[in-house]
């Protein structure tokens, strides 16, 4: 088993006294200045623009600054802006004013694993990737617990690179759950691979398909998208608590024994070997490459997958739905 670092692994010692960086008020930014602020330390918020991002960080208390602005004052600069823009923001806003041990982080190893930012030796260069979307890690650090995170050290300059890790770690709260340590290219590929054919991809293909599947058939469409996606909630949260033995164990023997055989003939070995074919990809570099080339034309494909998916019948029935799932969720 690899090792699991906790609270009382981490102490917040070697960055208590720097100044903290975190350029983009995000998903991630978001949470990651706030938990830290939290956390008593001392936090800054560096954005291009006076736009939304920036009244989001006012109104929450910050004192939003323009990027360079925040990296010349700070020590520690956290990329937090999407993975596309970060390399620009690199080469413009942060490298006139670098200095030597200054700390260079991310909370995805895209940038630096693919090379896209090569920084100079005379800094440290790391990485804690939380393990669960922005929202979420504020949400659960707020109500005193954290999600789990990964850290990793790409240049080791001071020789505390990894102390500083953990200690941002658990200033955002993610040593309250557990932290273990990977390396850039790990995170990379792992982290990519999930959210195409599993996470993202692969879940979000399988229950529009399947919810498809049941409407295209003539079932009405309230009924397909409470058994097809509504209901997906609450197996994932038994099989995230109690793990798949859990889950089965919860559900009917009819369920089971339809869900080992018909799971197998629809997930087979030819989505295993697709599934392969994406790892590749990955791995040697063609999807970054793709991904830069796709968001250098202005991301056609992003904007029009999100048109697609708010457009569809499944996303309209949803919010009816989940309008009545909700009314019944247990307030916490
Ligand atoms: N979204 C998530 O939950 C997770 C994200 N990450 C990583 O965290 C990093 C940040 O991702 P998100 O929080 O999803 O970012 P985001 O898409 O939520 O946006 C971050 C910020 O960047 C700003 N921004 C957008 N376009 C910009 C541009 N052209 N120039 C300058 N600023 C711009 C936005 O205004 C916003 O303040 C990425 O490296 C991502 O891979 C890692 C784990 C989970
Ligand atoms: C939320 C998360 O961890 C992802 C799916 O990898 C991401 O948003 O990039
Ligand atoms: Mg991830
Ligand atoms: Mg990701």
Same mark, same amino acid.
């Given at each position: 088993?690899?090792?699991?670092?906790? *609270?009382?692994?981490?102490?917040?010692?070697?960055?208590?006294?720097?100044?903290?960086?975190?350029?983009?008020?995000?998903?991630? =930014?978001?949470?990651?200045?706030?938990?830290? @602020?939290?956390?008593?330390?001392?936090?800054?918020?560096?954005? $291009?623009? $006076?736009?939304? %991002?920036?009244?989001?960080?006012?109104?929450?208390?910050?004192?939003?600054?323009?990027?360079? *602005?925040?990296?010349?004052?700070?020590?520690?600069?956290?990329?937090?802006?999407?993975?596309?823009?970060?390399?620009?923001?690199?080469?413009?806003?942060?490298?006139?004013?670098?200095?030597?041990?200054?700390?260079?982080?991310?909370?995805?190893?895209?940038?630096?694993?693919?090379?896209?930012?090569?920084?100079?030796? &005379?800094?440290?260069?790391?990485?804690?990737?939380?393990?669960?979307?922005?929202?979420?890690?504020?949400?659960?650090?707020? /109500?005193?617990?954290?999600?789990?995170?990964?850290?990793?050290?790409?240049?080791?300059?001071?020789?505390?690179?990894?102390?500083?890790?953990?200690?941002?770690?658990?200033?955002?709260?993610?040593? @309250?759950?557990?932290?273990?340590?990977?390396?850039?290219?790990?995170?990379?590929?792992?982290?990519?691979?999930?959210?195409?054919? *599993?996470?993202?991809?692969?879940?979000?293909?399988?229950?529009?398909?399947?919810?498809?599947?049941?409407?295209?058939?003539?079932?009405?469409?309230?009924?397909?998208?409470?058994? &097809?996606?509504?209901?997906?909630?609450?197996?994932?949260?038994?099989?995230?608590?109690?793990?798949?033995?859990?889950?089965?164990?919860?559900? %009917?023997?009819?369920?089971?024994?339809? =869900?080992?055989?018909?799971?197998?003939?629809?997930?087979?070995? *030819?989505?295993?070997?697709?599934?392969?074919?994406?790892?590749?990809?990955?791995?040697?570099?063609?999807?970054?490459?793709?991904?830069?080339?796709?968001?250098?034309?202005?991301?056609?494909?992003?904007?029009?997958?999100?048109?697609?998916?708010?457009? %569809?019948?499944?996303?309209?029935?949803?919010?009816?739905?989940?309008?009545?799932?909700?009314?019944? /969720?247990?307030?916490?």
């Amino acid at each position: 088993m690899a090792k699991v670092y906790i *609270d009382k692994d981490a102490t917040l010692d070697p960055i208590k006294d720097k100044t903290i960086a975190v350029l983009g008020y995000g998903s991630q =930014g978001r949470a990651w200045a706030l938990n830290l @602020r939290d956390s008593g330390l001392k936090v800054l918020v560096g954005l $291009e623009r $006076e736009g939304n %991002s920036w009244k989001v960080a006012e109104s929450d208390g910050f004192n939003p600054m323009h990027t360079e *602005d925040a990296v010349k004052n700070s020590d520690i600069v956290i990329f937090l802006v999407p993975d596309m823009v970060q390399r620009y923001v690199y080469r413009e806003r942060v490298v006139p004013y670098l200095r030597d041990g200054m700390d260079l982080v991310f909370a995805h190893g895209f940038n630096i694993h693919y090379k896209l930012i090569e920084p100079p030796k &005379t800094v440290d260069v790391y990485m804690i990737a939380p393990k669960g979307p922005g929202p979420i890690v504020r949400e659960y650090f707020a /109500k005193g617990g954290g999600v789990p995170a990964l850290v990793a050290v790409h240049q080791n300059y001071s020789g505390k690179a990894f102390e500083k890790a953990l200690a941002i770690a658990k200033a955002l709260g993610a040593t @309250r759950a557990g932290v273990i340590e990977t390396t850039f290219k790990e995170e990379t590929e792992t982290d990519l691979f999930g959210e195409q054919v *599993d996470l993202v991809g692969g879940i979000t293909q399988l229950m529009r398909t399947a919810f498809q599947v049941l409407v295209e058939a003539g079932y009405q469409p309230e009924i397909a998208y409470y058994e &097809t996606i509504n209901e997906m909630k609450m197996i994932v949260d038994l099989i995230y608590e109690k793990g798949f033995t859990g889950m089965l164990k919860a559900v %009917s023997e009819t369920a089971k024994y339809g =869900g080992f055989t018909a799971g197998k003939y629809v997930i087979n070995e *030819d989505v295993k070997k697709r599934m392969k074919e994406v790892l590749d990809r990955i791995r040697s570099g063609k999807f970054a490459e793709e991904w830069i080339e796709e968001y250098n034309k202005g991301a056609p494909t992003l904007v029009n997958g999100m048109k697609e998916v708010e457009n %569809s019948l499944e996303e309209q029935v949803g919010r009816q739905i989940r309008e009545i799932s909700l009314r019944g /969720k247990p307030k916490s």
